[in-house]
């Protein structure tokens, strides 16, 4: 996956935006660490998985999770809406700014993994 906001704002701000972080170095940090097919496999079996399963292929899911490979992971509140977090196709993958900014924060990790999973495996760990 690619990230591209480590020093810059909301993609698509809307009118709460003023008061969210300008840069979000904390979740493409998380991005590069945790979303990551060898860390995935290890720790959230399960959730790999099902993230295989929902690609149709493991090369398509490794791919998606190889840093600097796959999709854009963006900012942009705009494009989510009212949801946490939006893909329509293509490659990008949308995070709304209220999850971001409450993990840069520090106070909103379980918003953040919730909608960015890999460390919690909601489908139970093997």
Known sequence: MKFGQFSSDDAGPTKSSDQ?????????????????????????????????????SEDVATEACTWAA??????????????????????VVFIHGKVANSYEKGDGWMVWESTVPARNDPLGAA
């Open 70 to 91: 796959g999709p854009l992971v963006q900012i942009n509140s705009q494009a989510v809406g009212h949801a946490n977090g939006r893909f329509t196709g293509g490659d």
């Open 20 to 56: 969210h972080a300008k840069a979000f170095p904390l979740c493409g940090r998380y991005l590069m660490t945790w979303m990551n097919p060898g860390i995935l496999k290890q720790k959230v079996p399960k959730t790999w998985s099902a993230f295989v399963k929902w690609c149709a």
